[in-house]
């Protein structure tokens, strides 16, 4: 059919999440810039797929807009919570 489908269920929601950006203040700059740059891809692939889904192309460039605004700042100031809160 050439769309994009989101698949969701409820159930398929994780019961709790831990999204703590202090977690991550400690990571090496490598694996900082590494993670963002997978982020990086994933909005760029859920953006560019065949298709059209309007929430999805929304959330993909969300994801971007925070990654151009945050990736830098991470990496030049690791305990920045609010940029890798924003991560």
């Known amino acids: 059919r050439r769309s ?3 698949i969701f269920h409820p159930k398929m929601m994780p019961g709790r ?3 703590d950006p202090e977690l991550t203040a ?7 810039v590494y993670t ?12 560019c797929a065949p298709g ?3 929430m999805a192309d ?9 990654i151009r605004d945050n ?3 991470v ?5 920045d919570l609010e940029a890798r809160g924003a991560m």
């Open 52 to 54: 059209f889904h309007p």
């Open 71 to 73: 990736l830098r700042k």
């Open 26 to 32: 400690g990571m090496p700059e490598k694996l900082t």
């Open 75 to 79: 990496v030049a100031e690791p305990r």
């Open 36 to 47: 963002g740059f997978d982020a990086l891809a994933h909005c760029l692939e859920a953006f």
């Open 4 to 6: 994009k489908r989101l």
């Open 17 to 19: 999440v831990i999204a």
């Open 58 to 66: 929304g959330i993909a460039l969300e994801g971007l807009a925070l």
